[in-house]
């Protein structure tokens, strides 16, 4: 059975500094995405970035870049430049299956 | 705005109740999702429709009954609910998947609906 981890129930950040959220997940599937997805107080949920386990490149979406490691089963989140408005819980998601959230502040 | 629709977004209902929560994706989806979102548990996966057939029910009890009558709308249908089924239900909708269980694509979610059992 899949499985997906979030070792970091709450971390915080320096506003204009970088943080990394981490996930490990476990599957025998060979082709799969991986998803961050991010809710904020307002509870919408959006997803941040994906990643395709056949592609070796990581996935960047202007401040938000991944750490794919496919043998490690392992899927980080880098924010860079964070601002205010990166507040909120992230998950990372193998597929439609949900680690239980990383709940992120960031500090003016 | 997602493209995704949940009302209502707020409901209180008695446990001798029956009241239904409805989803809709003007996203040209195939798959729809129901997850329920709560403080102790933060997202629990439902169920799954994949062209309109079940193909996920996770161990969700019988007082929950989904429909899925088209690939844009999705219901679920509540009677006889206990307090501790109170949360945040989210609904979400994908490209449809070719088989089951492979490469599911990103989810646009919908709001919410807040239910609250008394």
């Known amino acids: 059975a899949q499985t997906v981890t979030q070792s970091q129930p709450e971390m915080s950040v320096q506003e204009a500094e970088t943080v990394t959220l981490s996930c490990t997940y476990d599957t025998s599937e060979n082709n799969y995405y991986l998803f961050w997805y991010k809710q904020p107080p307002s509870r919408q949920m959006i997803l941040v970035i994906r990643?395709?386990?056949?592609?070796?490149q990581n996935a960047t979406e202007n401040r938000f870049s991944v750490n794919f490691q496919k043998a490690a089963k392992s899927f980080s989140l880098k924010i860079s430049d964070s601002q205010l408005g990166d507040t909120a819980m992230y998950f990372c998601?193998?597929?439609?299956?949900f680690g239980t959230g990383t709940r992120l502040k960031v500090l003016a | 705005e997602t493209g995704v629709t949940q009302t209502p977004r707020h409901l209180v209902m008695g446990m001798t109740n029956k009241k239904s929560l409805k989803c809709e994706q003007h996203l040209g989806h195939n798959a729809m999702y129901w997850y329920k979102q709560s403080a102790k548990k933060p997202l629990e996966l439902m169920f799954v429709?994949?062209?309109?057939?079940?193909?996920e029910n996770n161990s969700v009890p019988s007082r929950f009954s989904p429909e899925c009558p088209n690939s844009s709308h999705l219901f679920l249908h509540l009677h006889t609910l206990q307090p501790e089924d109170s949360a945040l239900y989210l609904c979400a909708s994908s490209q449809g998947l070719l088989e089951r269980r492979v490469t599911y694509n990103e989810q646009f979610f919908g709001p919410g609906t807040r239910l609250t059992v008394l």
């Open positions: 990643q395709e386990a056949y592609k070796q």
């Open positions: 998601a193998f597929g439609p299956l």
């Open positions: 429709y994949n062209f309109k057939e079940q193909t």
